[in-house]
Every structure is written in C-alpha cells, then in structure tokens.
C-alpha cells in the first residue's frame, strides 16, 4: 500500500471516534425499549453534541491542509467534504436532543428529527459510497508496479 498522506491517517482515526458516537446513539438500547426512569443509563447527548463539534473542527482543519497539498489522491477532498458534513449533521441532530433534555420537550419535534435523520442518513450513505470509492483507489494504487 502506498505512503498515505498523514492528513488520511488522521482522518481514519476521526471516523473511528464518529462511528463510535454513531453506534452509542443509534444501537439498539433496553433504555429506549423499557424506559423505567433511573434504572438504565441515559444517553449523553450534551457530550456527543461536544465531542461531534471537535472532530468537526479537526476534519475541517484536515480538509484545509488537504486543499493546500498537491498531488492530493483523487477523491479524498470529496470524501473529507461527506465526512464532515454528515458529522456535523449528528452533531445537529445531538445539538437539538441536548436542549430537548433540558426541559423544553417542545424544542425538536418529531417532524424536524425525522427530516434530520433523513438527511442525515443520505449524507451517510454519501460518505460511505465516497470511502469505499477512496479505498478502491488506494488498492489500484498498491496493486500497480514501481516503476
């Protein structure tokens, strides 16, 4: 496989860190099936809202630092751009939960969460379609002889 560049390798970590928070949230949890007050953990949405807003930071700064190299390996500026804007929109969807959970059950009503989520989900789906697209590219390339 070729020398990655660092900014790709970071990146790699970053996702790990996102698909992390993705699965705390969306897993299956007996807290949603059985919701009996105090007996099971309740999701931190403040803390994944806090943790999504850093590695979207991180992803941006990656994503600038990619722009000014050259020779950037083809789709890795697409794949960056999906990665961070499908974190961002879990940190949204985090976001409004959080401000739910302080009290005000009015603050995100279930139409706007559905709408979220399906957004969210395309932008997903975009990102993995753009990964597995990137890692094709980076096979092809450790497939081909040194020359």
Same mark, same amino acid.
């Given at each position: *496989?070729?020398?990655?560049?660092?900014?790709?390798?970071?990146?790699?970590?970053?996702?790990?860190?996102?698909?992390?928070?993705?699965?705390?949230?969306?897993?299956? &949890?007996?807290?949603?099936?059985?919701?009996?007050?105090?007996?099971?953990?309740?999701?931190?949405?403040?803390?994944?809202?806090?943790?999504?807003?850093?590695?979207?930071?991180?992803?941006?700064?990656?994503? &600038?630092?990619?722009?000014?190299?050259?020779? $950037?390996?083809?789709? &890795?500026?697409?794949?960056?751009?999906?990665?961070?804007?499908?974190?961002?929109?879990?940190?949204?969807?985090?976001?409004?939960?959080?401000?739910?959970?302080?009290?005000?059950? &009015?603050?995100?009503? *279930?139409?706007?969460?559905?709408?979220?989520?399906?957004?969210?989900?395309?932008? *997903?789906?975009?990102?993995?379609?753009?990964? $597995?697209?990137?890692?094709?590219?980076?096979?092809?390339?450790?497939?081909?002889?040194?020359?």
């Amino acid at each position: *496989m070729p020398d990655l560049p660092d900014e790709l390798i970071r990146t790699n970590a970053i996702l790990d860190e996102y698909v992390s928070i993705h699965d705390a949230i969306f897993k299956f &949890s007996w807290h949603k099936a059985l919701p009996i007050p105090g007996f099971f953990k309740a999701t931190d949405f403040g803390v994944h809202f806090r943790e999504l807003d850093r590695l979207a930071s991180q992803l941006a700064a990656i994503a &600038s630092a990619l722009k000014a190299e050259s020779g $950037a390996l083809e789709g &890795s500026h697409q794949y960056m751009a999906a990665l961070l804007e499908a974190v961002q929109a879990l940190r949204e969807i985090c976001g409004r939960f959080y401000e739910k959970s302080q009290g005000d059950l &009015s603050k995100y009503p *279930m139409a706007e969460y559905n709408a979220n989520l399906k957004t969210y989900e395309g932008l *997903m789906n975009k990102c993995q379609e753009l990964g $597995a697209a990137l890692n094709q590219r980076l096979r092809g390339e450790s497939a081909q002889p040194a020359g």
